[in-house]
């Protein structure tokens, strides 16, 4: 049982919510899920915490008709003013989700509307991950907008990875992430075998409604401890991404023929009954490079030297031939939207005799591909491109290390001990150094027009027998840029030409962030670096490249880059023309990932409809007709994938601390929050957090404007960028939660 010592710490994490009002004691037992024998010290600290009154701050009811006189202006003296503001009555709609701290909040569909913050009380019923209709209330001080559920529209947990927790002749299972902490009676199969705290695979039967408990019925048993398995099902689950294809599917990929059988038409080649003759590229050198672990390879590239410059031509897999518009592939394909990628395994958006068979650029067999050629002159500059079908077989399959390697050495042993490793051949190596000049003449020009360069590192997560045995940062060599200017060069390519014909078409969008998020972000990184504003004034994207700039190399690098990141807009899928801030572009869309990404199947059928093939024609269509809610369904799968990617590195992170706990790691402070901070370990790409209320040595006060936490009495400062040394206090794979424990902050370098 809690007692109010635990309840103190838990409203002291969650201090800005005290502000909130609240109709009764009541809402705050079903807020934070108070037990009957917990109330007496829950309410105690309450009352220690907001001595105003238990019950928070009530608004006042509004006087009954007829009571009150009228002012000049028409409002009854004595009557509540309007707190609702401008967006007061409006309704959004949007998905229910849960911050860092705690507090609920809707992200709208619309990504140009601001989040909305829903005080507990006004939940309705509605769970984190659910599709939701706010009415907004009103807007306080800072723009912020505050609104209730009025209706439930999705549900978006349908099934879920919990544990088993028995009580007397009653069966339970919690399910607990970041965001949810559920308790639901559950009915179990006859044949079920589990032990208390075991994990279990639950389907939600009954959702929960006022004055009645929801209800589950257990799927299977897991077993008692968490593996990559258990978190791969806990987060599909739970997010109800489509893990199996339905047999129709599986059915028409399995009579795609595996072989390209080609004959001679029109001065090309033609793979069965197509309109369109093919240019038969097989006599060039292209390669494919990507990473060691990948197995659809959707693009290949070749560079040939012409005249004094060159010609650069990037062949992307002929999805479109294979995968007939309206036909259950398409379907499921449009579905799911986009590949999900974990750490040990995907999610395809195609089958594999697709992805990983007669569409993926294997070397050493024929593809059909749609090639991009575009001429580099002999200073550097792109010319006008162009696009026709083709046939490649590629000459190599070579991974971002193996041409590193290569690059850095000149060593033509490209295979490195992988497996079917290439060897480089002469022809090939000096393609390569002529592509790595090429490339970074194409990274000067980008950044030179106004482009973002904030690149920044991902985890790389290693598996072993089911496990995470290591977390590291991933590497970034010149390979991976070659490789990225040249799609980059390639999508922008055709979203020109098409754009230029007025063809119905999905651009991929990145709008100019807000000006208030920019002047927010000025601020915070003014304090942080003790700067003024840069003196760089060409645009919006060279002032915020010119202030991460300035951090670059400095102890508030990281913070000041994902402070740059969260003033930005999410990138989207639309038909009209907005542009592409991030990368300074005018018109882009995505064409070179055709395997993984469904807008580029679709550009894929509108480039091949303008180039004559009439098959096409539909895709047209389809696009002028529900071009809008194309783009706003992929985009929303988009961000779907992203999140259940990073929910289950966050969990494979937690598992691997796990292991980890009391031991002792160097780490720096990456962000601050309410009721504490965070700390991310070096080397390690795991952050984990510090509570405030285990800081005994003094007592600590946020001060959002210095971002610090500064002790009462020592005056002790803990702020962003400080180096500390930390050790493992809890690691929580079901919330994907690491914390630590303060040991001591470590003297800055001089």
Known sequence: MRDQAYWERWLRQRSKELEEPRASVKDWYREAGVEKGERRAFKAALKALNPDGVKGKREKKPPRRGKGRLSGEGTPYGAPRDRRGADGGRTVEGRLRFTREGRPIVIPADPETPIVRIPGHSLSGAWPKDRVLVRLERRRAGGLSYGRVERILERGIRTFVGRYAPTGNRFFVRFRDRESDLLLEVDLPADFSAEPGDLVLAEVTEYPKEGKEGRARVVRALGKSHTMETLFLAVTSAMDLPVTFPDP?????????????????????????????????????????????????????????????????????????????????????????????????????????????????????????????????????????????????????????????????????????????????????????????????????????GALDLDLPEAEIAVVEGMPVSVKPSERFESHRLIEEFMLLANTAVAEYLSGRGDAFLFRIHEEPAMEKIEEFEVAAGKLLRRSRPTDRRGT??????????????????????????????????????????????????????????????????????????????????????????????????????????ALEQRAKALFMAGQVGRTFEGTVSSLVSSGFFVELEGWMIDGMV?????????????PDRMEWVGQYRKRRIGLGDRVRVRVRRADPDRGEVDFLLVEKMPESP
């Open 691 to 703: 509570h405030v209320s285990t800081l005994r040595d003094d007592e600590y006060r946020f001060s």
């Open 249 to 449: 599917v599986l059915e028409e990929a399995a009579a795609v023929p595996q072989a390209v059988r080609l004959s001679a038409r029109g001065g090309g080649v033609c793979h069965g009954d197509e309109a369109l003759p093919r240019v038969d590229q097989r006599d060039l050198p292209f390669v494919t490079i990507d990473g060691e672990d990948a197995r659809d390879f959707d693009d290949a590239v070749c560079l040939v030297r012409e005249g004094g410059g060159f010609r650069l031509l990037v062949a992307i897999a002929d999805v479109a031939h294979y995968i007939e518009p309206g036909s259950p592939l398409d379907r499921e394909a449009y579905l799911r939207g986009t590949s999900v990628y974990f750490p040990d395994r995907c999610i395809p958006m195609l089958p594999p005799e697709l992805s990983e068979g007669v569409c993926s650029l294997k070397s050493g067999v024929n593809r059909l591909t749609m090639t991009v050629e575009i001429p580099i002159r002999p200073g550097g500059t792109p010319g006008t491109p162009s696009f026709h079908p083709s046939v490649i077989r590629s000459r190599a399959r070579l991974t971002y290390d193996e041409v590193h390697s290569f690059l850095s050495t000149g060593t033509p042993e490209g295979g490195g001990g992988r497996p079917g490793g290439a060897k480089i051949t002469p022809e090939i190596g000096r393609m390569l150094r002529d592509m790595a000049t090429v490339a970074g003449g194409l990274t000067l020009a980008r950044f030179g027009r």
């Open 541 to 646: 994207s060279s002032l915020l490249q010119a202030w991460a700039d300035l951090a670059r190399g400095g102890k508030f690098e990281r913070a000041v880059h994902r402070m740059l990141l969260r003033s930005l807009m999410l990138a989207r899928y639309g038909p009209e023309t907005k542009g592409h801030f991030g990368l300074a572009l005018s018109r882009y869309t995505h064409f070179t990932s055709p395997i993984r990404r469904y807008p580029d199947l679709l550009v894929h059928r509108v480039l091949k409809a303008a180039l004559g093939d009439r098959g096409s024609a539909d895709s047209l269509r389809t696009l002028r007709e529900k071009g809008p809610e194309i783009g706003s369904h992929l985009s929303g799968r988009e961000r779907l994938a992203t999140e259940a990617e990073r």
